[in-house]
C-alpha cells in the first residue's frame, strides 16, 4: 500500500527579503571610506539605484536637451547629473541625480551641498530602461519637492511627458507631446521649440 504524502505545514513567508533602507549620511560614510569606487548609484527613497549606461539615443537625447536649454537659459545655470534636495521629509532618504536641471541662479553659486528644489525651474530626465521609474518614483519626489516642471524624455517612443502643478500627491498636470508638437518652459514661455528637436 503507498504510503500517504503528508502535506507539510508551511508557515507565512514574507514576498521579498527585509532590504537595507540607507540614508544619505551611511551613504556618504562608506563613499568616504572608497567602499564605492567606480561605482553611478543614486539613493532614491533608502535603496540604491545603480544607474543603467549611456547608450546612444539616450547620449544623443540629453545633447539635444542640453543645447536647447542652454540657448533658453545660457548654460551657466544648468546642471547635469548633479544631486538636488528634495523635500525635507525625504532629503535623509533621497539623494536624486536627475540628467539635466535648470536654476533659477548660477549653477556655481552653491559652493558647498545641493542646489534646493526651490531654485530649480525644469528637471529633466532622459529615460529608455527607466521610463516606469522615472514617471513614477522619481515624479512622486519631485512633485512633493515642489520642483514646478519635470521634463520626461523618452527615446524609445519619441515623445516627452510634461508634468506641471506639483502636490504632495504628485503632479495634477500631466501631458504627452509628441514629436510634431510645440513645448516650451514654464520659465521661458516664448521658447517654442518642437519635440522632434529632442530626437535625431
Not at 127 to 146: C, E, I, M, P, V
Request: charged residues 20%.
Amino acid at each position: 500500500m503507498p504510503t500517504a504524502l503528508l502535506t507539510p505545514q508551511i508557515e507565512f513567508v514574507p514576498n521579498s527579503p527585509r532590504r537595507k533602507q540607507w540614508t544619505r549620511t551611511e551613504l556618504s560614510g562608506i563613499e568616504a571610506a572608497g567602499l564605492l569606487v567606480n561605482q553611478k548609484l543614486e539613493l532614491i527613497e533608502g535603496e540604491l539605484i545603480q544607474k543603467m549606461g549611456k547608450n546612444r539615443p539616450h547620449c544623443a537625447g540629453l545633447l539635444l536637451m542640453l543645447q536647447y536649454l542652454a540657448g533658453v537659459f545660457t548654460l551657466s545655470r544648468i546642471q547635469p547629473e548633479m544631486p538636488i534636495d528634495v523635500h525635507p521629509e525625504d532629503n535623509p532618504t533621497s539623494e536624486p541625480e536627475p540628467d539635466l536641471a535648470v536654476y533659477n541662479r548660477h549653477v556655481n553659486s552653491i559652493r558647498s551641498g545641493n542646489h534646493v528644489a526651490a531654485d530649480a525651474l525644469l528637471v529633466c530626465e532622459i529615460s529608455d530602461t527607466s521610463l516606469a521609474f522615472d514617471l513614477r518614483t522619481k515624479a512622486n519626489l519631485y512633485a512633493r519637492a515642489g520642483i514646478i516642471e519635470y521634463w520626461v524624455l523618452d527615446v524609445n517612443n519619441p515623445r516627452l511627458i510634461v508634468h506641471r502643478e506639483p502636490s504632495m500627491t504628485g503632479y495634477l498636470s500631466v501631458q504627452v507631446y509628441r514629436p510634431d508638437e510645440s513645448i516650451a518652459p514654464l520659465a521661458a514661455p516664448h521658447a517654442q521649440t518642437l519635440v522632434s528637436a529632442f530626437f535625431n
